[in-house]
């Protein structure tokens, strides 16, 4: 049953031409009022209210910030979303969305707007933007890049989809040094990456108590993340390209430890930071609790599956681990993500 449903999944996303799909997300810089979700067939969505808003922006951002475009998001997660405004002295500054109750150390006092919703749902579930997404503000009726504080009164906007030119279906990633990064399309089977450091164990990545085994956790110009643990529990891996494992401060460490996969650009071409189709338009933290998309081919096409292959065998699901296991994954052979996908209903 499961391969009759992927092999449905790829079908539709093959067939599809996401031009006209675009989720049109309100953010009301206004106490008390609603976040929205409109579908490109009119229907808005109100997608929990606005509990306090930003009174500054944040910098220095995280790290990986600075690869982003300004005026886009740069991480989407099921705990807090992050748009960078620009680029300064090499770091980013950013501002940030969160749920009401939770855990988003990225997202500074003061810097960002607390949404009341459930983390992992809504605009941090199955209508979270990608990354990339373009973000305005509306000022006295008039639409301009978010490039600063926004006022009381005004409105962020940010416009989510597919865009035309995303012909990816999965991505794989051989478990070994050395091992190819395939992403799989329209055009067959294409090498973009080398595995230099592969992934063994699962770490204590904070955001996965909030998503399900084998779903994403967070995606960003830097890293994807992917929760090994089921709900309310933690445990997690993440991949990450090798410009950021060498130049960012807090990710030396990722080379002593076992929670990590680190990606090489092949010989030649540019950084793999910031750019599509891993670290830009690539992933969403999909639908799960009181989550509804129009119909079921959004609902799970916008979950992407993350599977594996151990010892080399068929695919599966994830090993369930929680905590800090460092050899957790060790039998893990291949890694499977799978790019979102629209329904037939958006």
């Not at 992927?6 to 006209?20: F, N, Q, V």
Request: proline share 8%; charged share 20%.
């Amino acid at each position: 049953m499961r391969k009759i449903f992927l092999a449905l999944i790829l079908l539709l996303t093959a067939s599809r031409s996401y031009a006209e799909n675009f989720i049109v997300i309100r953010v009301p810089c206004s106490v008390g009022e609603n976040v929205t979700a409109e579908l490109p067939a009119g229907e808005v969505i109100p997608l929990g209210r606005v509990k306090m808003i930003p009174s500054k922006t944040n910098w220095p951002g995280y790290t990986a910030s600075r690869w982003a475009s300004p005026s886009t998001v740069c991480a989407t997660a099921v705990n807090a979303i992050h748009i960078l405004l620009r680029v300064e002295k090499d770091r980013g500054r950013i501002i940030s969305l969160v749920p009401s109750v939770t855990v988003a150390p990225a997202a500074a006092q003061g810097a960002f707007f607390a949404v009341d919703m459930d983390a992992g749902t809504g605009i941090f579930g199955g209508y979270a933007p990608l990354t990339g997404s373009r973000v305005t503000v509306e000022h006295d009726g008039t639409e301009s890049p978010l490039s600063d504080t926004p006022s009381e009164g005004d409105t962020v906007i940010i416009r989510t989809g597919l865009p035309d030119n995303l012909p990816y279906y999965m991505a794989d990633f051989e478990n070994r040094p050395g091992g190819r990064v395939i992403v799989h399309g329209s055009e067959g089977p294409k090498v973009i990456a080398r595995v230099i450091h592969p992934v063994k164990g699962v770490g204590r990545f904070g955001g996965s108590i909030y998503q399900n085994r084998g779903r994403i956790r967070a995606s960003h110009s830097g890293v994807i993340c992917a929760a090994t643990s089921p709900r309310d529990s933690v445990g997690g891996i993440q991949i990450m390209p090798l410009k950021h494992a060498l130049t960012s401060p807090e990710m030396l460490n990722a080379w002593k430890l076992t929670q990590w996969m680190i990606i090489s650009p092949l010989p030649g071409m540019p950084d793999l930071e910031g750019t599509p189709p891993l670290f830009k338009n690539a992933f969403v933290p999909g639908a799960q609790l009181s989550d509804k998309l129009p119909d079921i081919w959004s609902h799970y096409g916008r979950r992407p599956l993350v599977l594996c292959r151990i010892d080399g065998g068929n695919w599966e699901r994830l090993p369930e681990v929680s905590g800090k296991v460092d050899d957790g994954l060790k039998r893990v052979t291949h890694l499977r993500f799978y790019f979102p996908s629209w329904g037939s209903g958006f």
